[in-house]
T-cell receptor
Framework: AQSVTQLGSHVSVSEGALVLLRCNYSSSVPPYLFWYVQYPNQGLQLLLKYTTGATLVKGINGFEAEFKKSETSFHLTKPSAHMSDAAEYFCAVRDYSGAGSYQLTFGKGTKLSVIP | GAGVSQSPSNKVTEKGKDVELRCDPISGHTALYWYRQRLGQGLEFLIYFQGNSAPDKSGLPSDRFSAERTGESVSTLTIQRTQQEDSAVYLC??????????????FGQGTRLTVV
């Protein structure tokens, strides 16, 4: 069964600083990986996804993530944080779990605070 | 509608009462997921529907929880004899499987359930 570990439930960065949110996964097959963002009192919005092909994936709002198979990681980065990036970020993995079911498993989330 | 719609957006109920939560997926999306998000926690998988296949109910926490889906449209999540521990945001997501593994899930805004 797949699982997702997000290191750090809460990350604080200064405005303009690098954002790095960590995600490690385990999966029995090559995974499909996603990062979602959740703003307060809202649903989840897709930031980016990795399926196959290029391991560096660019998403919305200047975010990108790199799939590293050897490290089973899919860390999310942004060169320069904006105040509007303050939100909770979820890493997710989807693979086939048998009997026609494609489970989508989420990490516990990382809350990003941006300090002016 | 253009997105996943959930109703009600907020629900306050007395302990011991039954509640029904509704999800209208994006038209044409064959896959539908229900998740539970407790305060300060990640997303907990509840149930997954895929077309006419038997649903994956492996995430339902107890027999008080059940869900139905009418064909490839509306789904309802029912919680019987609610307990205070059921208080959470219940999120619904749909995905256009369309034969592709790489399509992302789109989330509704969620239903915030408070059991008093």
């Amino acid at each position: 069964a797949q699982s997702v570990t997000q290191l750090g439930s809460h990350v604080s960065v200064s405005e303009g600083a690098l954002v790095l949110l960590r995600c490690n996964y385990s999966s029995s097959v090559p995974p499909y990986l996603f990062w979602y963002v959740q703003y307060p009192n809202q649903g989840l919005q897709l930031l980016l996804k990795y399926t196959t092909g290029a391991t560096l994936v660019k998403g919305i709002n200047g975010f990108e993530a790199e799939f590293k198979k050897s490290e089973t990681s899919f860390h999310l980065t942004k060169p320069s944080a904006h105040m509007s990036d303050a939100a909770e970020y979820f890493c997710a993995v989807r693979d086939y779990s048998g009997a026609g079911s494609y489970q989508l498993t989420f990490g516990k989330g990382t809350k990003l605070s941006v300090i002016p | 509608g253009a997105g996943v719609s959930q109703s009600p957006s907020n629900k306050v109920t007395e302990k011991g009462k039954d509640v029904e939560l509704r999800c209208d997926p994006i038209s044409g999306h064959t896959a539908l997921y229900w998740y539970r998000q407790r305060l300060g926690q990640g997303l907990e998988f509840l149930i997954y529907f895929q077309g006419n296949s038997a649903p994956d109910k492996s995430g339902l926490p107890s027999d008080r929880f059940s869900a139905e889906r009418t064909g490839e449209s509306v789904s309802t999540l029912t919680i019987q004899r609610t307990q205070q521990e059921d208080s959470a945001v219940y999120l619904c997501a749909s995905r256009n499987r369309g034969g592709a593994m790489n399509t992302e899930a789109f989330f509704g805004q969620g239903t915030r359930l408070t059991v008093v």
